[in-house]
């Protein structure tokens, strides 16, 4: 039954990897929505 367990493994670091992937892209357009707020706010 050990042999099974990679494969389980795998699939969770795939979820981990797209939610990863999901962070990111959220984080970036925060900081891009930030950066465009400074960006306002000194004109």
Request: hydrophobic content about 35%.
């Amino acid at each position: 039954s050990l042999y099974f367990r990679p494969q389980v493994k795998k699939t969770d670091l795939k979820q981990l990897i797209m939610k990863q992937k999901d962070l990111e892209e959220k984080l970036h357009s925060l900081q891009y929505a930030f950066q465009h707020k400074l960006t306002s706010l000194n004109l």
